[in-house]
Each structure stands twice: as structure tokens, then as C-alpha cells.
């Protein structure tokens, strides 16, 4: 059924637009613009953290924490291999996406594996990242319980997606 | 980065110069696949924009967002309405400068943060997302035979930790004035 979902919203999307009278072409040429203007500014962002994380792979930091990190993951149902994308995950929004990648060429992008890293990427958020981006206009200098709150609807919501990969 | 620098100067220094270079290099091929990615469904989203439904969105989630958020002022309603329902489509980059503004609309100027404050970092952590578009683009030119049966999933998912995240925020703020009328 999830194949047809693309597909039917993309036609309704065209047909709206024609039905409202808006040059499809023209509008389309202008947002695909923005493409290249968006990936300019974030590769530095990519770059600069996927080079922090090889660092991290070949000095064997990663395996370390892995190991140390692993019984909890376990309990928590969440499978080891997903522990480098989700310690960094509220960290980095662009890293991350380094990360889903590597582990879609490592594990093949339709196993269990790169099931659960899609479904954490869509339902958790750059946390720190938000957060300081955010308030970083106003005068606040406390956010109080946001970060907290935060970081616990992230973890269930990893928990959850592991879960749900298994039977969906 | 540093600390892993140290650890390979004694393990393994000659890795240092050639791993960073070929992460770097995997940073570009993976830039030059999302350019491709942005390109297809930022060409979509403006579209969606240009034909004035992502207005309708917003207006349709007003109600909510009053009800939830606790706030009166139109203007902020609308602010925060748009950029729940960019989230929503997954184009967090679109709904980053009205979150700012929303921001600042709702900043009481005492250096910390209220109620709605606090909701719109939590509601923005959780990302309710209808179409994670990025994460479905990627998989798909991993190769993937279905790229997109991870829609359903991933909004059981993100459905359940907004409710989670709205409900925690509601419930420490009750403990929070009930503390504060104790004290009085």
C-alpha cells in the first residue's frame, strides 16, 4: 500500500495546481533553485563531521563507547549498530544524514537496520541545535525543562521505532 | 576530534591524513545525492506553497496550536502554525526563521523561558513529520526496492512522542504553579 502514497499525493498536488491556475514549470524550476544554494551551505556542516566521526571509527573511540553503551541499548531493545546515530543525532542534523548513509551502504538500505535509523531520523530532531538556533533572537537565557523533555520523547521515540520495525 | 587524534598518534598515525580526506570526500558525494534529493521535493514544496496550501495547513492546525501553545495573539498563532506544519513536510530548514520569530513574539523579556517557549522547542524536537521527504530520497538512491514504507512507521512513531512531549510539558507546568501557590 506505501507504494501508492507517493505517487497519489504528487498527482493530487498537480492537479490542485492546475486546478488553481499556477505555472507548475516555472514554480518547480525556482524551489529546485534553492537546492543548490542549501547544499553549499551545509557542506561544510557534512564535511567537518563525517571527518569528526572516521577520526572517532579508526582511533576505536566509537567501538569503545559502542561496547560500554551496548547492554543498555540491548535492554532498551534498540540494536548496537544504531548507537553512533543516536548519540549524535540531536547534535547534528547534517551529520547525521552522513551517518544514515553509511549505514544504508553497510547494511543494505532495506534491513532492519536502516528501517529503524529512518524511522529515528524522522521522528527525533536536532535537538541542541533547534534549541540554540531558536532562542539565540531573545533575551532567554534559561530553558528551564525543554531540553530534558526533549531528549526523553527522543529516547522513547528510538525505542518505538525499533519496535515498530520489527513488526511493520 | 582532538582526543581521537591522540589515540591514533600512538595507534595508528599514518590513518590520521587519508581517513579524513576520504570522509571528506564521502561528505561531498553524499552533498552532491541531497543537492538531487533538495532539488526534486524543494521544487515540490514550493509548489505547495504557490498554490496556497500550505496556508490552508496552517489555518486548519490554528485551533490546535491555540489550545496547546495557551496564547491569544493571532500573529504568533500564525507563526507557530507555519512552522509546525514546514516541519510536518519535512523541510526543517524552511521552518527554522519562523520558529525564530515565533520565538521572539513569544520572549516575555525576563531571561527565561515560558510556557509556550518551552512547547515550541519540545514540539519542534519531536518533529511531527507527515513525509520525512530527505530520510525517503536518501533510501531511495541507496537502492532501496520500497523507499517509502517507512512513512507509516515513522509517523506512528513521531505521532506518539509529540503527544508524549506535549503531555510532559503540560504536566510539569501544572507541578510547577502548584509548587508556586504552596509557597504564596
Redesign the interface.
Known amino acids: 500500500m506505501?507504494?501508492y502514497?507517493?505517487p497519489i499525493?504528487?498527482i493530487v498536488?498537480?492537479v490542485?495546481?492546475i486546478y488553481?491556475r499556477?505555472n507548475?514549470y516555472d514554480?518547480?524550476?525556482?524551489?529546485?533553485k534553492?537546492?543548490?544554494k542549501?547544499?553549499v551551505d551545509?557542506?561544510p556542516f557534512?564535511?567537518s563531521?563525517?571527518?569528526?566521526?572516521?577520526?572517532?571509527r579508526?582511533?576505536?573511540?566509537t567501538s569503545f563507547l559502542t561496547n560500554l553503551l551496548s547492554p543498555i541499548f540491548n535492554l532498551l531493545g534498540i540494536p548496537p549498530e544504531l548507537c553512533e546515530l543516536v548519540m549524535l543525532r540531536p547534535f547534528t542534523?547534517s551529520g547525521s544524514?552522513?551517518i544514515?548513509?553509511?549505514i544504508?551502504?553497510t547494511y543494505g538500505?532495506?534491513s532492519y537496520i536502516?528501517?529503524c535509523a529512518?524511522?529515528i531520523?524522522?521522528?527525533?530532531?536536532t535537538?541542541f541545535y533547534?534549541?540554540t538556533?531558536?532562542?539565540?533572537?531573545?533575551?532567554?537565557?534559561?530553558?528551564?525543562?525543554?531540553?530534558p523533555?526533549?531528549l526523553?520523547?527522543?529516547l522513547?521515540?528510538t525505542i518505538?521505532?525499533c519496535l515498530?520495525?520489527k513488526v511493520? | 576530534m582532538l582526543g581521537s587524534m591522540l589515540v591514533l598518534l600512538i595507534t595508528n598515525p599514518s590513518a590520521v591524513l587519508s581517513e579524513m580526506l576520504g570522509a571528506s570526500a564521502d561528505a561531498l558525494k553524499l552533498c552532491i545525492e541531497l543537492c538531487a534529493v533538495y532539488a526534486v521535493w524543494m521544487g515540490l514544496i514550493e509548489l505547495v506553497d504557490a498554490s496556497g496550501l500550505s496556508e490552508k495547513l496552517a489555518k486548519l492546525l490554528r485551533p490546535l496550536i491555540k489550545k496547546i501553545f495557551k496564547i491569544e495573539d493571532k500573529e504568533t498563532q500564525k507563526l507557530i502554525a507555519i512552522n509546525v506544519s514546514a516541519n510536518m513536510l519535512g523541510i526543517g530548514n524552511a521552518a527554522t526563521p519562523l520558529g525564530i520569530k515565533a520565538m521572539q513574539a513569544l520572549d516575555d523579556k525576563s531571561g527565561k523561558a515560558n510556557f509556550a517557549m518551552i512547547m515550541l522547542i519540545v514540539v519542534n524536537a519531536t518533529s511531527i513529520q507527515l513525509l520525512p521527504t530527505t530520510v525517503i530520497g536518501l533510501r531511495a538512491s541507496a537502492g532501496s526496492a520500497n523507499p517509502a514504507d517507512i512513512i507509516i512507521p515513522t509517523l506512528i512513531v513521531t505521532f506518539c512522542t509529540t503527544v508524549l512531549g506535549i503531555f510532559l510539558v503540560h504536566q510539569i507546568d501544572k507541578l510547577k504553579r502548584r509548587k508556586e501557590e504552596k509557597k504564596r
Do not use: P, W
Not at chain 1, 514554480?27 to 529546485?32: D, E, N, S, T, W
Not at chain 1, 563531521?49 to 572517532?56: D, G, K, T
Not at chain 1, 538556533?133 to 531540553?147: M, P
Open positions: 506505501s507504494i502514497i507517493l499525493l504528487f498536488l498537480f490542485y495546481c488553481k499556477i507548475t514554480h518547480f524550476v525556482k524551489g529546485a534553492g537546492a543548490i542549501l547544499v551545509i557542506f557534512i564535511a563531521i563525517l571527518v569528526a566521526v572516521a577520526l572517532l579508526v582511533s576505536g573511540i542534523g544524514y552522513g544514515l548513509e553509511s544504508f551502504n538500505a532495506d536502516s528501517r529512518c524511522v531520523m524522522g521522528c527525533s530532531e535537538i533547534v534549541a538556533v531558536y532562542i539565540s533572537q531573545t533575551k532567554v537565557k534559561k530553558l528551564l525543562y525543554a531540553i523533555v526533549a526523553i520523547c527522543s522513547v521515540g518505538l521505532a515498530i520495525c511493520m
